[in-house]
C-alpha cells in the first residue's frame, strides 16, 4: 500500500481492467458516440482490450473527444507561449479556473500536440462521485483532492497531496496542473488563494520557501473562453453571497455543470503559458523571511501573469461598455458582436432582473478592469 492510494491516479497495470470495467456504461456509450458518430461501439470495445496505459487511452480516446468538443462547440482554440517551454521538463502548471472538464483538457491537448509532457491534473473528489466519473478520472491521469474533511484530517490529506505533487514532478517526470483556487471563479475575478500554496509549500522540508519554489518550475496558465458556456449557471451561487445566504447545489448539479462546460457554445478560447517563475523568487526570498508574506507575494506573481496575458476578447469590452452604459471600448467590437452578445444575456437570465444582469455583465467585465488595474499598477 503507498500513501498515495486513496488519491493517486490509475498505474498503466491498472488501467485495462478498469476501462474495460466501465466499457459497458451508459455513459462511456454516451462519450464514445459523442467522439466517434460514425463508428460501431462493437469496434470501439474490441479497441478497448489493447488499451494498456494511460498515455494509449489520452492518445487513442480522449484526444479526440477534445478535438470533437471543439469543433461542435467552440469557434477554435490559439495559444501563445508554449513554444518556449521545454520538451523533456515537467513543469506545474497553475491557472485560472473557469471549467471544471475543459481548462485541464484543453492544457493537455496543447501539450500532447506540442510535445511537451503531458499532467498529472487536480480534481475535487466531490466532481467524482459517480464510478464511472471517478475512473474515468483516474484514466485520465486525475488525482483526487478531498473536499469536505474535518482540520485535522484535511492537514494530513494536504500533506499528502504536496507530497504526490513533489514525487510527480521530481522523481516521475510528470507535469501537474492545478487551478490557482478552490472551486471554478464565478465572478471573473481569478484570483490565487494563499492556501494552494501552502498546500505546495508543505513537502518542502527543510528547503527554504522560495527555493522549493523554484524546482517546481511553475508556470502560470490563463484560459480565456470568448463565451463561458457555463455563465448564467453560476447566477444562483453569485445572488446567495450577495443576498448574505449559504448557497447548498442541487443534487447531479456539478455534472450538470460539466455538460453544460463540455457542451456549451464557448466561441473563441485562448490558453497563454506565462514564463516559468524564477528569478522573482530570489527577489522575493531577499525583500523577506516571513514565510506569509512570501506565499503572497508568489500569489501575486502569479496573479498579474494570469492577468496580464488573459486574451481579452470582444465580450469583455461589450459588458464593460453596457455595464456603464458607455461605448468606451466600442472600436474593440462590431455592432453584430454587440448584438449576439445582448441576445444571449436575454436568453440566460432575465433582463428585468436588475442584480442578475449586473452579475452576469460583471462577470465579462471583470478581466478587462483587473488587466487595466495590474497595468496601472506596473506603470507606478
Not at 183 to 195: F, I, S, Y
Not at 294 to 300: F, K, S, T
Amino acid at each position: 500500500m503507498s500513501k498515495f492510494d486513496e488519491i493517486r491516479f490509475f498505474d498503466d497495470s491498472e488501467v485495462n481492467e478498469a476501462l474495460l470495467g466501465i466499457a459497458r456504461d451508459p455513459m462511456m456509450n454516451a462519450l464514445m458516440g459523442f467522439t466517434f458518430p460514425d463508428t460501431d461501439k462493437k469496434i470501439w470495445r474490441e479497441q478497448f482490450k489493447n488499451i494498456h496505459s494511460v498515455s494509449d487511452f489520452q492518445h487513442n480516446f480522449i484526444a479526440h473527444t477534445i478535438r470533437q468538443i471543439l469543433t461542435k462547440s467552440s469557434e477554435g482554440l490559439t495559444t501563445s507561449g508554449f513554444d518556449k517551454l521545454d520538451k523533456q521538463t515537467p513543469y506545474l502548471f497553475i491557472s485560472n479556473h473557469r471549467d471544471i472538464v475543459l481548462d485541464t483538457s484543453l492544457i493537455n491537448l496543447v501539450l500532447l500536440e506540442k510535445g511537451l509532457i503531458m499532467t498529472a491534473s487536480a480534481i475535487g473528489d466531490n466532481l467524482v462521485q459517480k464510478t464511472f466519473l471517478h475512473d474515468l478520472a483516474k484514466l485520465n491521469r486525475n488525482f483526487l483532492v478531498q473536499r469536505g474533511l474535518p482540520l485535522r484530517e484535511q492537514l494530513k490529506s494536504s500533506q499528502i497531496m504536496s507530497e504526490y505533487i513533489k514525487e510527480l514532478l521530481h522523481k516521475e517526470n510528470r507535469s501537474v496542473w492545478i487551478a490557482q483556487r478552490e472551486g471554478r471563479t464565478k465572478d471573473g475575478n481569478d484570483v490565487t488563494q494563499q492556501g494552494v500554496l501552502k498546500m505546495l509549500a508543505m513537502a518542502a522540508e527543510d528547503m527554504p520557501l522560495a527555493n522549493y519554489f523554484k524546482t517546481l518550475k511553475i508556470v502560470p496558465v490563463s484560459i480565456s473562453y470568448e463565451y463561458d458556456p457555463t455563465d448564467s449557471l453560476k447566477m444562483p451561487q453569485l445572488l446567495a453571497k450577495h443576498r448574505d445566504e449559504e448557497y447548498v447545489k442541487g443534487k447531479d448539479e456539478d455534472f450538470m455543470t460539466m455538460l453544460s462546460g463540455v457542451l456549451g457554445q464557448k466561441k473563441r478560447i485562448h490558453l497563454h503559458a506565462g514564463n516559468v517563475l524564477d528569478t522573482e523568487l530570489d527577489d522575493i526570498a531577499a525583500n523577506s523571511e516571513n514565510k506569509n508574506k512570501q506565499l503572497q507575494a508568489i500569489a501575486q506573481i502569479i496573479d498579474e501573469s494570469i492577468i496580464q496575458n488573459y486574451k481579452l476578447w470582444p465580450t469583455k469590452f461589450i459588458a464593460y461598455d453596457l455595464l456603464h452604459n458607455t461605448d468606451t471600448y466600442a472600436d474593440q467590437y462590431t455592432e453584430q458582436e454587440k448584438q449576439l452578445f445582448v441576445r444571449r444575456l436575454e436568453m440566460r437570465i432575465d433582463p428585468s432582473d436588475a442584480i442578475s444582469k449586473e452579475f452576469f455583465l460583471t462577470m465579462y467585465a471583470n478581466p478587462l478592469v483587473n488587466k487595466i488595474r495590474s497595468e496601472q499598477k506596473l506603470s507606478e
